[in-house]
């Protein structure tokens, strides 16, 4: 019994091999690029002597073959590795649900009865028998497959005559490269002279030009030095740079292509796209890249100074790797000036931000989880001139922690967690409003962006950290523990509620999705620090707050819809509708209807059921009551925080993130 319910020194084992497998992962990745590398080299070098020096480049085409045999034999060994790792996680994950399974009988074993170990145990060989499956298939896939020893030369033979009427083909329909030329200014941009004469060329350039104002999308041609090119259309949002190089005579286009143009979910890859220009042509050229770059950025600040914070140690320590290879290339393609600076210990972002030179950026970008944005808010809004530094920097997300809350309750659980999609959305997002919360306790005040809780939900964030490696599925075992234990919880709070009736908030928030309109930082009063307007702590509060003194399972208020991959929460959270969503499950409800909470959850649709209680409040003030012998927890934002009174405040649209979207992701409520 102590194999599946004990804290075994299993445990550690299984965490230390994860960690080790994903080493020797990221070895194998690094090892394929190289060779990867090696190969295209060769590749080079065959097209180079196909038609000067035949044996170089046969041999350059035996060597690339060599580095692609060992390229499928990394590939096999990677399939290997990660088969493994998720055997180990599954185990890990079936040993924590099994734990909390036996919790769940020992609370329902007056209606069941006990456990019948024999049970247990027949599951439990059904698991080995599958686990040797699982492992005999791991052996098969680790065994690389050999391409022998002697290569076919007719292949390679073919493979060089292909290189060689490649580069005859070139040589024959060498051609000047098709003309780029600037057009003319529509008559509806101000600020530029119109050409009253103009040739067949111009007025077709013209037309395009009137396209691109009107149009959310320009067309690209591709090749760009073909005779004969196929055109693609591009969304305007996804052209990060128009350039004309005086030096190289040519126009460089830096564009996203999507591999699916109506997929918006579709991943997206930069291309840099290159035209010829006449040499009569290069005021046209330098006009046309002016006119695209205002029409692409229009009411947008282009190249963008940004303040790069970089948290090496969270999440599984792969922030420096997401930025160096997917979103610095980005970035630089838009031509964005970078400040890059790397967080040395907690509490470094929050000092960051508190000693900025505000006038230097236009947003401050944090690589990292939830914890480095709630540093840097706090950071703000600890200086003298508190307002006005956090509505002038705004907030910038590249997703790269355990916790990426803000960013995929905007962007949707995909594009949340893609690197050059929220790299996008800082290049062309504008500054949205954003809602931030006071939290107040006797001796300490600080401010929160992300969720309040006590309960289960705080035992499931903070109680299961012995679990992280297990990344978001640490929250599902947790919530699963409790609820089967049929746990509660003691407090007495008062709620200063703005609307109860599910329906109206529910109505409320589909008008919010249908409105377009983006929502201004409140410029008001801009200056000096945030002043709370309810009542100090220490102090009565007034009759129109709502008094609870009851036995909860969750008391859980957000500014944010999810709370984690899979956790709808609070699927009518707005970022500045000047409220807090607050979710109240009182005690005893029974096991059965709490987990219908637990299995709705994904969907949102948990706020239907009878037992949930869901409020826009403007503030509240807990007491979390702790019973003799018992144990607690207060999240705020994910972090521990006292289990002690506080008190939370909502400060409307005090700062401001940049976001492609006027408010977050459409919940579908």
Request: charged share 25%.
């Amino acid at each position: 019994m102590n194999l599946f319910f004990g804290k075994a020194k299993s445990k550690t084992t299984a965490k230390d091999a994860i960690y080790k497998l994903r080493e020797t992962l990221g070895m194998l990745e690094k090892r394929q690029t190289f060779l990867e590398t090696k190969a295209e080299n060769e590749l080079k070098i065959a097209k180079l002597n196909a038609t000067k020096n035949r044996n170089a480049a046969l041999m350059a085409l035996k060597r690339k073959k060599a580095y692609e045999s060992n390229i499928e034999k990394i590939n096999g060994a990677r399939m290997t590795i990660e088969t493994q790792m998720m055997a180990i996680e599954n185990a890990n994950v079936n040993l924590e649900t099994m734990g909390a399974m036996r919790a769940g009988a020992e609370a329902m074993k007056n209606i069941h009865g006990s456990m019948d170990i024999d049970k247990v145990d027949a599951t439990m060989d059904d698991i080995r028998d599958q686990m040797d499956v699982a492992n005999e298939i791991s052996e098969a896939i680790s065994r690389p497959v050999g391409m022998g020893d002697e290569l076919d030369e007719d292949d390679l033979l073919n493979e060089l005559e292909e290189l060689e009427q490649e580069e005859l083909d070139a040589k024959m329909l060498e051609t000047p490269s098709p003309v780029v030329s600037a057009p003319n200014v529509p008559q509806s941009s101000p600020g530029y002279k119109n050409v009253v004469e103009e040739d067949d060329e111009e007025a077709e350039l013209r037309a395009l030009q009137a396209s691109i104002a009107i149009s959310s999308r320009t067309c690209i041609c591709i090749p760009a030095a073909s005779t004969n090119p196929a055109s693609i259309p591009v969304s305007n949002k996804h052209i990060l740079y128009a350039i004309y190089n005086t030096r190289t005579n040519m126009i460089q286009l830096n564009i996203l292509v999507s591999d699916q143009p109506n997929d918006p979910e579709s991943s997206l890859y930069l291309h840099k796209f290159m035209y010829t220009v006449k040499d009569n042509q290069k005021e046209k050229a330098i006009q046309f890249c002016r006119i695209l770059m205002s029409f692409v950025y229009q009411d947008l600040i282009a190249e963008k100074r940004l303040k790069i914070l970089i948290n090496p140690f969270g999440g599984q320590s792969k922030a420096k790797n997401i930025f160096d290879l997917q979103v610095k290339p980005i970035l630089e393609a838009a031509k964005c000036k970078l400040d890059i600076q790397f967080t040395e210990h907690q509490g470094h972002a929050l000092q960051v931000a508190r000693d900025l030179d505000i006038n230097d950026y236009d947003a401050i970008v944090t690589v990292s989880g939830d914890g480095v944005i709630h540093e840097v808010i706090n950071g703000f809004l600890q200086r003298a001139d508190a307002k006005e530094a956090i509505r002038k920097v705004s907030l910038g997300i590249i997703p790269a922690g355990t916790s990426n809350s803000l960013s995929i309750s905007m962007l949707g659980e995909k594009l949340g967690f893609d690197p050059i999609h929220t790299s996008l959305q800082i290049i062309k997002g504008r500054p949205l409003a954003m809602d931030i919360c006071s939290v107040t306790y006797e001796d300490r005040r600080y401010f929160s962006f992300l969720s309040h809780s006590f309960g289960i939900a705080a035992y499931a964030d903070l109680g299961t950290e012995h679990m992280r490696w297990m990344g978001d599925t640490r929250t599902v075992v947790g919530l699963l523990q409790e609820i089967l234990s049929n746990k509660t919880y003691k407090l007495e709070a008062h709620v200063l509620i703005a609307e109860s009736d599910k329906q109206v908030i529910k109505e409320t928030c589909r008008a919010s999705l249908k409105s377009s309109v983006w929502k201004q930082i409140n410029n008001t009063s801009h200056k000096g620090a945030v002043v709370d307007t309810i009542p100090p702590l220490s102090e009565p509060l007034p009759e129109t707050w709502t008094k609870i003194e009851d036995d909860i399972s969750f008391f859980l208020s957000s500014k944010v819809p999810l709370l984690n991959r899979g956790m709808l929460s609070h699927p009518c959270a707005s970022p500045n509708d000047g409220l807090i969503d607050l979710l109240l499950v009182r005690g005893g409800k029974g096991i059965t209807k709490q987990l219908g909470v637990f299995t709705n959850v994904d969907t949102g649709k948990h706020m239907d059921l009878s037992i949930v209680e869901y409020y826009k409040v403007k503030a509240f003030r807990l007491n979390p009551i702790v019973r003799p012998g018992k144990s607690a927890y207060v999240s705020i934002d994910g972090e521990h925080a006292p289990v002690k009174p506080f008190q939370v405040e909502v400060h409307p649209c005090l700062a401001s993130i940049l976001s492609l979207n006027p408010t977050f992701i459409d919940t579908r409520v």
